[in-house]
C-alpha cells in the first residue's frame, strides 16, 4: 500500500513530466544534406548553423541532423529516403544534385536549398518569382560572359576545354552556358565527363592536348580533384578559370565566385520562414548579392601572361 507521501510523489513527477514533455515535443527536427564534403559546402553550413540560431533556433529549439553521402545518386537518393523516414520537419540541401534527390524522394516535406546552379534551367523551379513546389532556396549562378570576356581580355580563346560531370544537373547546365559563349565569341568548345575521380586523369590528356584554355565546372568528382587539375595544366602552360568559391586562391588565372558564407546564412533565413508557417511555393528564390571577379596575378606570371589594367579594374580581388 502506497504512502500518501509517495502518492504525493507520484502526483508531482507526473505533472513535472506533463509539463516537460509538451516542451520536448515543440523541438524541431531539420537535416541538412550536403552533396559531398567538400569546403564549399561545409563553409555554407557552417554559416546556416550560425545564423539560425541567431534567429532563435539553437540547440534548444531545432535538432540539426547532417548527412554528407557519397557523391552520387544512389547515396544522395538514400540520404533523402532517410530525411522521410526519420520524420524531418525540413530538409536542407547544398547542391543541385542532393536538391533533386529530395525533390523525388520527399514530396511531403519542405525543402530549403542552397548553392543551386540556376534553379529554373536545372528543374529545381518553374521561375525565379516562385517554385510552385514544396521548395524554396537561393541560387549560385553567376554571369559566366563576365568571366570568360576578362580572360579573353588577357588572351583569347580559341579552344576552350570543359570538365563536367553528366551526373551533377549544375554542371551540365554551365557546360551548355559555355557552348551558346562559343557561338557567341568565335571559340571551340572540347568537353570532357568526369563522373568519377578515377577517371580524371584520362579527361585531363584527352582535353589538355587539345585546348589552349579549360574551364572547370560546378562538380564534387572535379572539386575534389583540382590541384592535380592545376598541375597538369600547368605542365602544359594552360590557364584554368572556373566559378568554383577558391578556384583563383587554388591556382586558376581567374574565378568568378559567390560567396558560400552567404548561402549559407540566406538559407537559415529562408528555413526560418518555412519553420514559422510561410509557404516555401510562394518565396522567390534568392540570388547571389556578393559575386567577386578574382584574378591570380602569379598565375598569369607563371604563365607569362599580361593582364590588361581594364580587367583589373573590373576586378573584385587581385591576388598578388
Known sequence: MLSRWTKLLILIIICLLGLVLPLQAEQRLVVVILTSDISRYQEAYQAFVKTFASKGYDQSKVDIVLQTPNPDPISWANSARKASAIGADLIVTYGTPVTLAAMRESADIPIVFADVYDPVETGISSSMTSTNRNICGVSSKVPLVTLVKAVM???????????????EQGSVVQLKE???LAAQFGFSVVDANVTSVGNLDGALNHLLSRVDCLYVSESSTVCQGFEKIISKADLKNIPVISQ??????????ASLEISTVEQGQVAAEYAVKVLNGKKPALMIIGTPKKVELVINLQVARKLD????FQVLSIAT????
Open 153 to 167: 581580355e588577357i588572351r583569347p580563346i580559341r579552344s576552350l576545354g570543359v570538365l563536367y560531370n553528366s551526373r
Open 178 to 180: 559555355i557552348k551558346r
Open 244 to 253: 568554383m568559391p577558391s578556384a583563383a586562391g587554388k591556382g586558376a588565372l
Open 305 to 308: 601572361l599580361h593582364v590588361p
Open 317 to 320: 580581388r587581385v591576388l598578388k
